[in-house]
């Protein structure tokens, strides 16, 4: 088949039915957070209204429908990413950020000292970059960065001689949220792993745009977030292989994370729950199954097929532009969803508030990676970032609210 059916897609997203300034919404900073399709929506909805409950405890028919929907929910995550160790390797958290730190702290803290080293990206996401740089601070450990090559993609010769045998953590994004390129993520597992280290993938801009199997990349831990892919805000998946997730001490304490307590001391729960402290982010994590169905509906392979693309599409348009410049790799290098741009010397937030006069939606500013802004020389950027339910005729209107914005600048 050609193509998804982004006419039948976007009746599940009302939203996208608003009008302002005199314009349909052209909804662009999908990067930043998707919107919820109505099945989603309604799922929230159907948890509250009929069996909202706590879970694990209660021995009543509410409690257990809750806890089997919530558990059941980590089961078709495991599944949704190829985690064969099903929800022993799933903890929800808050988002990418929480998950990020929850390893950071976990592990970190008890494993890193004086000599080790964390190796992170240049283009990493500040969710990586400042925790990791903090817990190093912390430590005693070194944070060292791997660059990148002239065209914007992840220098892998660099990354080779960066990665030592002092190195304990690589922390990589997957997609970066700033350039859009995809990094080889396995291949960097394997270096990584040559010199027995772990290695954290950073899959907030994956997860929601293409397949991802977490046991053919070889990750030892895998983030995202449920709001970037049509799920709701507040729940995030920290996939963790079983036997780390066994040896790491708990990041949060307090109830539903333990087994037996005494004034003295205590033992911890099973995992993933040894991991979730107090109560969880019980209808979010129901309605992220939820998010998930959608996504498995349309199926991830035709969503990847349908970001590249729009992007492909958004980066021709833009770069046959003389006065915009447009950062990262070409689409026959490998670009997804997602294209950050300037016009000419106009700020990125100026721009951005000129293109809402059209109704179009972007980001502007450092996307949360101000040291990866620094080495582009540029203190920001417009970001337009695609999704399911975006279309061509859409990023032409982009392109008009762009060519707009010039002439008034002009
Ligand atoms: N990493 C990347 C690559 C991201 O794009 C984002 C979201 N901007 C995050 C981490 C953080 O996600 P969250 O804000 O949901 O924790």
Sequence with gaps: AEGLDVAAIREDFP???????????????????????????????????????????????????????????????????GASGGREEVVFTKNTTESMNVVAYAWGLAELGPGDEVVLTEMEHHAALVTWQQICKRTGAECKYIGLTEDGQLDMDDARDTITDDTQMVSAVHVSNTLGCVNPVSDLADVAHDHDALFFVDGAQAAPNRPVDVEAIDADFYAFSGHKMCGPTGVGVLYGKEHLLEEMDPYLYGGMMIRK???????????????????????????LAE????????????????????????????????????????????RTGLVSFNLGDVHAHDLSSILNDYAVAIRAGDHCTQPLHDRLGVAASARASFYIYNTEAEVDKLVEAIEGARDLFA
Excluded: C
Aim: charge should be negative; hydrophobic fraction near 35%; proline fraction near 4%.
């Design 15 to 81: 939203i996208l039915e608003r009008e302002f300034n005199g314009h349909d919404l052209v909804y662009l900073d999908n990067a930043a957070t998707s919107h919820t399709p109505d099945q989603v929506v309604d799922e929230i909805a159907r948890y509250y209204r009929e069996y909202n409950a706590n879970v694990h405890r209660g021995l009543h028919q509410l409690s257990q429908e809750a806890s089997i929907a919530y558990e059941d929910a980590h089961d078709r995550v495991a599944e949704f990413i």
């Design 291 to 334: 998010a998930i169905d959608y996504l498995d509906d349309i199926g991830m392979e035709n969503v990847k097929r349908h970001e590249e693309r729009l992007a492909e599409y958004a980066y021709d348009r833009l770069t046959a532009m003389d006065d915009v410049d447009v950062y990262g790799p070409s689409p026959e290098q490998g």
């Design 261 to 287: 307590v005494t004034f003295e001391d205590s033992t911890w729960n099973d995992l993933p729950w040894k991991f979730e402290a107090g109560t969880p982010v019980i209808a979010q994590g129901i309605a």
